[in-house]
């Protein structure tokens, strides 16, 4: 983070007129044009000095900034926190799109926070593969990748997370691989015995009795 007093060789508590002196000499001195005449290399300081003014000038954008270094100084980064609860919105954006069965939309986000994830050189959590996983699956975009992912969260966070199994468990069961799904339902109720979620797909696809009136018209 940028210390607009040092920019500008000022103390923190420098009154208006002292900051605007301040400026107006910086300024004359690190200008491109008087750069360029002496036969030097415009470095940017003018620039940042022009910024440091801006906002040391004002009262509000003064007072903003002085908790924001504050919080800098105190080992509290405000702009990396500041992305990261960007990309908490984002992550619960997704999620939300998912629950309203608006997978490709789901999707989009995903591949905003994957972005992110390479530009950051960051690991991607469990839970952004089991999610997206079941996006890309359920949209049908790529359910070879979207299954891979979620066996991933699955497996990364050991069988302990209730949303991870019953995620791949409904892609298995609209697979048609019952058996891995039923497993993954089992593995659910050994770690929430009372998951609604489990109980609740597993009535989804159970096979249907058939009637006496089925089995007599032979019906499916």
Not at 15 to 26: C, G, N, Q, R, V
Not at 133 to 146: E, I, N
Not at 197 to 217: C, H, M, N, T, V
């Amino acid at each position: 983070m940028k210390n607009y007093y040092e920019i500008l060789s000022v103390s923190r508590d420098a009154a208006k007129a002292e900051i605007k002196k301040s400026y107006i000499m910086l300024a004359k001195r690190y200008h491109p044009d008087k750069v360029n005449q002496e036969g030097g290399e415009d470095t940017g300081m003018f620039a940042d000095i022009a910024e440091a003014y801006d906002v040391l000038s004002d009262d509000e954008k003064r007072a903003k900034y002085d908790h924001d270094l504050k919080k800098f100084n105190e080992g509290i980064d405000v702009e990396q926190k500041k992305r990261e609860e960007k990309f908490d919105q984002l992550f619960l954006r997704a999620k939300k799109r998912i629950r309203e069965q608006r997978y490709r939309e789901a999707i989009e986000n995903f591949e905003k926070l994957e972005n992110n994830y390479k530009y950051t050189n960051k690991q991607p959590t469990p839970e952004f593969y089991s999610f997206y996983g079941f996006a890309l699956f359920l949209s049908g975009k790529d359910k070879k990748t979207g299954i891979d992912y979620m066996d991933k969260a699955v497996t990364t966070s050991m069988f302990s997370d209730e949303d991870f199994m019953t995620n791949l468990a409904e892609a298995y069961y609209l697979s048609n691989e019952k058996k891995k799904a039923d497993e993954l339902i089992k593995h659910t109720f050994s770690v929430n015995p009372r998951s609604k979620k489990a109980y609740l797909l597993r009535q989804k696809y159970a096979p249907k009795k058939k009637s006496i009136l089925d089995i007599i018209f032979r019906r499916k």
